[in-house]
Structures are given as C-alpha cells and as structure tokens.
C-alpha cells in the first residue's frame, strides 16, 4: 500500500501570548508539490526502510525520515498491530527542516499505512496524537485530512499552559477553525533559499521560551489581520488584497521575531521579490522557505524570482491542493 501525502505552508501562528486563555492558533495551505510518497507492507517483527533510487533528499534528510518511520511506525504497530513488522519504501522525499512542514507528513503517512493495512481507519487527529504531532500547529494534521486553505483554533491554556513548538508539545492537535478551497486559478511560488537557518529539537524549543510571550497588541493585530483581511481576500478572490495582507502579517508578532533568526540576506530577497512585483510574500513557519501567490496577470515573478536567487538556492511552482493525503 503507498501513500502520497501533501507539504504545506505555515502562514503565522496568531497567539503567542495568551492572555485571552487560549494559545497558538495557526493559518496555512495545503500544496501540491512537493510532496512525499510512502509504501509499506507487512514484514517480520523488524521495521526496515529503503530509498528508491529516485526519492531524492540529503544524507541528512534521510536519515531524519528513517528516524521519523521508525518512532511513528513503533507507536502505530503497538496499537494498531502489536508484533507486526513493515517494510518501509520511500519513493519520494521533500526538503527537511525548510518550512514545508516534511516532518508531520513524514509520521502521519507511516501510522496512516500501519493502521489501514491493519483493517482500522482513525482520524488523522487520532494519529497525530498517537505519533506526537500537532501539539503546537493543527495545520499539517488538516492538511494531511482535508487539504485546503486551514484556519486553526490553537488550544486552551487549560490544555497547553506554556509555548512550546509542535515537536516537543504533548497537546491535542489543534482543533479546525475552517476550510476554505484555494482558487485553482492562483500558482504557489516557492522560493528555498540555500543559505538562511534551520531550526529544530532544543533550538526550536529555546526560541519560543525566550521569545513568547510576544506583545498583547501584535496578537490583536494579528487576528485582525487573519480573520479581516487574509480569508476575506481569499474567500473573494482577491489575489492582491491576500498578498497586501501576507505582506502585513510579517510585520508583526512572531512572523517579526521568526524574520530576525534569520540572515539578512534573506529578508533582501523577500523585499527584491516584493520590489520585482510579488503580490506579498511570506516566511513559511521558521523559513528559510519564503512563497507567494501569483496569477496570469503577475507570472513573470517567477522568473524574476530564478533571477534574483539564482545559483543559491530552488525555486518551485506549485498550486494549492484542495484535498488531503491519498492511498494510492
């Protein structure tokens, strides 16, 4: 059985401050591609990954999606088929620790095989919980179920009392505000930056202790900005008020701070990209992975976007995916 799950970007995390009891709360998209392909059948006790020759990724990326199998199949065989082993197939990967959110795809897609190979089919928020996913962003969980533009509602202090990023967090996933269809008409510019920083483990950790909690007045903001601008735009085909928004929304909050952990050079690519023509562009989660949204009207920002990074990085096009992971 494989599996073809999406990447997604994280637009901004709205409450980083709660003082209204709840914390989190998250935008983001579902996109086409890239995306992660996974088989799996069943094997002797032993779990056991391979790589077709074609499935792409670093030394290092490998070797955290073999990690990632590994933790998420150990969890999902104890429940779902206790003394059961898998062997694993990667046959395509995506760019790790890049924004695209490659780590939920990564843990959701080996329960989602072990379970359904097993004759169960639990909500992808049931998996999350049981891989430890999710605890921070519900994005990548409903974009693995349900694809589309997401709206998360973040979490009760009473749940989560303290900031904690979604690799370390043992909350639920965050619960769906809403779900909106992305235009088909509107492209997804990605543009990964070879250069710019990576974050994870105890230095992902580390930011959102010395950082939250971010100012009462940037979270207001914020919201204002998500539920007044972004998603109006959206829902009204609005493809330059949506990019006036995103572009506003990274200005503020944790979008601010995340833009400061990063090198300059790429805040100078974000704003040549903006000069060249961009509608707005955005930091995906922690980046480096900038993006925007393009139409017939502003293509020619992709090729001013190969001009301007040049050698120093990828730039890939994409669309929206208004669905989520599929069993192939």
Wanted: one cysteine or more; proline letters at 5%.
């Amino acid at each position: 059985m494989k599996i073809q799950t999406p990447s997604r970007l994280h637009i901004v995390l709205i409450d980083l401050n709660g003082s209204y009891d709840r914390i989190d709360g998250g935008i983001g998209l579902t996109l086409a591609d890239p995306h992660f392909i996974l088989e799996a059948v069943p094997a002797d006790k032993e779990n056991t990954i391979a790589f077709t020759q074609t499935a792409g990724g670093s030394p290092a990326e490998r070797e955290s999606c073999i990690s990632k199998i590994t933790a998420a199949a150990e969890k999902a065989a104890a429940r779902y088929a206790p003394g059961t082993g898998y062997h694993f197939t990667v046959h395509q990967l995506y760019p790790a620790h890049s924004g695209l959110g490659s780590g939920t795809q990564i843990s959701l897609a080996a329960a989602k095989l072990i379970a359904e190979l097993a004759g169960y089919h639990p909500a992808s928020t049931d998996l999350a919980a049981l891989v430890g996913r999710g605890g921070t962003s519900g994005i990548g969980v409903h974009a693995f179920d349900l694809g589309g533009f997401i709206a998360d509602g973040g979490h009760s202090k009473k749940e989560k009392s303290s900031f904690l990023p979604s690799s370390v967090s043992t909350a639920r996933p965050a619960c769906l505000l809403g779900r909106y269809p992305f235009p088909e008409d509107w492209g997804v510019l990605l543009a990964v930056p070879a250069f710019g920083n990576r974050y994870t483990g105890a230095a992902e950790k580390n930011i959102f202790q010395t950082h939250c909690p971010v100012p009462k007045t940037d979270v207001e903001q914020v919201s204002h900005l998500v539920f007044m601008n972004l998603i109006p735009s959206l829902i009204e085909h609005d493809i330059e008020a949506f990019g006036h928004a995103l572009d506003q929304i990274q200005t503020v909050g944790f979008n601010k701070i995340e833009f400061t952990l990063q090198p300059p050079e790429l805040t100078k690519l974000k704003n040549d990209m903006q000069d060249a023509g961009a509608y707005g562009v955005g930091l995906s989660s922690f980046g480096p992975t900038l993006f925007t949204v393009y139409d017939r009207t502003n293509k020619d920002i992709v090729a001013a976007t190969q001009e301007l990074l040049g050698e120093n990085g990828l730039v890939i096009t994409t669309r929206g995916q208004n669905h989520g992971a599929e069993l192939l």
